[in-house]
């Protein structure tokens, strides 16, 4: 495993009474996928929204390149290059594309070349590029929620579940999107609940469960191994497919 | 001319003609509807307009309820008569006044952004409603620098005064009135125009992502608290230049007609029926409240004298109840308009 561009030591996180987090341990190695997968409720989504700085962990440690990121606020964790796609899109629906991805681009202009990547791989966009997001559907929607995320080079791009609730040919979209950007030597870390997506995309994987990391490894080891993923996750029926 | 109007197209022609028919009527209300009375309405519209759309700056834009943008407007319109009374009358005076209201209402809204705004929406409500509160007393009890409950006369220069006269334009006889409308009409412009461009530029786009979703906005890399506070500052110092040019029009400020809660609720009342989030509600919402408000009284007595002859409508109608109807008028827009009217016309929400 290359050295890694994030890391998570003993990090443990409340919501309000309940605790969440029980201490994840956590090394994201920089230009590969890493998938977290988990059962519903495990911390995965947590684990996402604490490194961006929308939860506070109470105790451990968030390293982005070495330097510690806990208590900043989550415009300064993104200005430190981190791209995000929520787990509910979070797109502007009164804003145009345009503006949503105006928006999306810190230095204030999206980079030409970018744009016409994200229109190959979304050609949706380029179609609805006047159009207010809100009137867009929801795979379109979460086109848009990548495209924002990836509208500029990020040094690590958090995905939550960015197939959740989607028609099969808008994931076999998203899936190629995704492998493209992988391809471009992108630092992924993605909670995905489809695991024959996650299997085509990730490198590396880590489950949690009651919010601790229980396993990790290669991404290859796992899927392989049906006795450990469904020791693991109870992914018997889902890993025939 | 969409250069001029920030590329924000009014996106209907409906709202295109509307938008047309209200600018011209107040370019050339002195001619078009000679009489002191006429020219008041026009002028009040004009001033509204921006305390109104500076409002929606803030609540439309930026999704931040307040109730002390009256307080700012107070600051402005008090700003010049405490200048004037105390430097004497002249342009300087007034324009030094402008200046300063301007400048306390920012670094007060500063203040009041930073200290509140990081609380829930509705705390940041009732701060503002408290501390415009506590100004309005303040005001009244300050009466040697306020002139307390009953105000102050301002001595404006004397070219802008009824007494000074020009001659005739069109039949219509054309004196400092009619300068002071003009003052006050092409800076009304001028502010108008200024937060159009504020709000088409990323400025405004990172305010309406905010207004939508804070969480994602600061997410993707946008100080929330900076831009809110950003915007609370804007918004009340647009309010205090308003503020500046209704005291001129005027030659008076006084607590009930800058600082009342009556003039928040107004406020709240045109954003609502012109459409929050659209400078154009802030037209179209001013326009038809303040002509309801000042000659729905006669449109009803004209109505009652006509219907005289049936049961019970004329009662109904009595000019008497022109509050009622005032109120059953907005409940109908709200009802059959809930985006506001520009909202509706465009048919985007």
């Not at chain 1, 980079?111 to 207010?132: C, G, H, N, V």
């Not at chain 2, 009135?177 to 990172?206: A, D, H, I």
Request: aromatic share 8%; net charge positive.
């Amino acid at each position: 495993m290359s050295d890694p561009i994030l890391q998570l030591k003993g990090v443990k996180t409340d919501i309000a009474q309940y605790h969440i987090l029980h201490g994840v341990d956590l090394d994201v190695p920089r230009g590969a996928v890493t998938m977290l997968l988990g059962r519903n409720g495990a911390g995965k989504t947590t684990t996402l929204r604490t490194i961006m700085g929308l939860w506070k962990p109470h105790q451990g440690e968030i390293l982005l390149d070495g330097a510690h990121i806990n208590g900043l606020n989550p415009a300064q964790i993104a200005r430190r290059g981190i791209g995000f796609v929520p787990e509910d899109m979070g797109i502007f629906s009164d804003l145009t594309v345009e503006e949503n991805l105006r928006l999306a681009a810190l230095s204030g202009q999206p980079i030409p070349e970018r744009m016409d990547w994200i229109f190959a791989a979304f050609p949706a966009l380029k179609t609805f590029w006047k159009s207010a997001a809100g009137t867009l559907s929801g795979g379109q929607k979460q086109m848009l929620s990548v495209a924002r995320a990836v509208v500029e080079d990020r040094e690590l791009y958090l995905i939550d579940e960015p197939s959740k609730g989607l028609a099969p040919a808008i994931v076999a979209t998203l899936a190629r999107a995704l492998k493209d950007l992988k391809n471009r030597g992108a630092t992924i870390l993605m909670v995905e609940q489809n695991f024959s997506l996650a299997k085509a995309l990730g490198d590396h994987v880590a489950v949690m469960d009651d919010g601790r990391i229980i396993w990790s490894g290669a991404m290859a080891e796992l899927a392989s191994d049906t006795n450990l993923q469904e020791r693991l996750m109870g992914l018997k029926m889902e890993s025939a497919g | 001319m969409m250069n001029i109007l920030s590329g924000d197209r009014p996106k209907s022609v409906i709202l295109s003609v509307l938008l047309a028919v209200i600018l011209l009527a107040l370019a050339f209300a002195p001619f078009l509807f000679p009489g002191s009375r006429s020219l008041e309405t026009a002028a009040r519209i004009c001033i509204f307009i921006v305390l109104v759309a500076s409002y929606d700056l803030l609540l439309g834009y930026g999704g931040i309820v307040s109730f002390a943008h009256t307080m700012f407007f107070g600051m402005g319109a008090y700003g010049v008569a405490i200048a004037i009374d105390r430097l004497g009358t002249g342009y300087g005076a007034m324009g030094l006044g402008a200046l300063v209201g301007m400048v306390v209402a920012g670094i007060v809204a500063l203040l009041i952004a930073l200290l509140s705004l990081r609380v829930r929406a509705i705390f940041f409500a009732m701060i503002t409603l408290a501390i415009a509160s506590a100004v309005a007393v303040l005001v009244s009890q300050l009466s040697q620098f306020t002139g307390g409950e009953d105000g102050m006369n301002i001595r404006i220069p004397r070219e802008l005064t009824p007494a000074f006269r020009l001659g005739e334009v069109f039949g219509t006889r054309v004196n400092g009135k009619v300068l002071n409308y003009y003052l006050v009409f092409t800076g009304c412009l001028v502010l108008f125009l200024v937060m159009l461009r504020l709000v088409n530029s990323p400025f405004g786009r990172v305010l309406q992502a905010i207004r939508e979703n804070a969480f994602r906005a600061e997410a993707i890399g946008y100080r929330v608290v900076f831009y809110r506070a950003m915007a609370t500052c804007l918004s009340a110092m647009i309010a205090a230049l308003a503020g500046s040019l209704f005291a001129i029009w005027l030659r008076y400020v006084g607590p009930s007609t800058t600082l009342g809660m009556e003039i928040m609720l107004d406020i709240l009342l045109m954003v609502v029926i012109g459409g929050m989030g659209t400078m154009y509600g802030a037209v179209v919402g001013t326009a038809i409240f303040v002509l309801a408000q000042n000659y729905l009284k006669e449109l009803m007595g004209g109505l009652s004298e006509a219907t005289s002859a049936l049961p019970v409508i004329p009662d109904l109608l009595s000019p008497d109840r022109w509050l009622l109807w005032l109120g059953v008028l907005f409940i109908l827009s709200v009802y059959f308009f809930p985006t506001g009217i520009v909202g509706r016309l465009r048919g985007t929400r």
